[in-house]
């Protein structure tokens, strides 16, 4: 059974730079059939897509983050990660990974399974 | 911009049914998924593919599109039903997730 977990610092100072790690395991992260993503979770409020990326490294961000979000892969590790830099109180929030199934086109596609998610409190 | 709205909340009765609207431009063209989130815990799919049920989720979930609205249904709603919803869709190469609809069970 497929599991995602995120990792990182709880606690990220404005103007810093957050940073995440998802690790997957009972999958490969390096197959071609899936992208693998980034969705975050204001306190009390709703989903907001970061961005996804796929085994060969190919991105796709959301166009209000894209200046400051970089997402990357590492396939040896079966991992992949999350920067978002210059980060305000704006950007507390829980971020979950989660894997993207697709029909053969991204566009078509859903997320699925999603981590337990972590709390990253920007503040200082 | 990148749009997708949903009503903030409803209730219903244990054993009655549950609508569950999702409104956007973009879901003439592309399929709507809907994800349940119950309280301190992480979004689970529930629907992909505008009505394809995922296994493990009951039968009492289903979905069904008109136009530009995508809509979940719960038949014969339980108690343990009672979250908030997210219909997401994509547009333009950007994963659009709706609101969220908060669903009350009593």
């Known amino acids: ?124 | 911009s990148y749009e997708l709205t949903q009503p903030p909340s409803m209730s219903v009765s244990p054993g009655q049914t549950a609508s569950i609207t999702c409104s956007g431009d973009i879901l003439g063209d592309k399929y709507a998924s809907w994800y349940q989130q119950k309280s301190g815990q992480s979004p689970v799919l529930v629907l992909y593919q505008d009505t394809e049920r995922p296994s493990g989720i009951p039968e009492r979930f289903s979905g069904s599109t008109s136009g530009n609205t995508a809509t979940l249904t719960i038949s014969g709603t339980q108690a343990m039903d009672e979250a908030d919803y997210y219909c997401q869709a994509w547009d333009s190469s950007t994963a659009v997730f709706g609101g969220g609809t908060k669903l009350t069970v009593l």
């Open chain 1, 1 to 124: 059974q497929l599991q995602l977990q995120e990792s990182g610092p709880g606690l990220v100072k404005p103007s810093e730079t957050l940073s995440l790690t998802c690790t997957v395991s009972g999958g490969s992260i390096s197959s071609s059939t899936y992208y693998w993503g980034w969705i975050r979770q204001p306190p009390g409020k709703g989903l907001e897509w970061i961005g996804i990326i796929y085994y060969s490294g190919s991105t796709y961000s959301n166009p209000s983050l894209k200046s400051r979000v970089t997402i990357s892969i590492d396939t040896s590790k079966n991992q992949f990660s999350l920067r978002l830099t210059s980060v305000t109180a704006a950007d507390t929030a829980v971020y979950y990974c989660a894997r993207h199934v697709d029909l053969g086109y991204f566009d078509s596609g859903w997320f699925d399974p999603w981590g337990q998610g972590t709390l990253v409190t920007v503040s200082s």
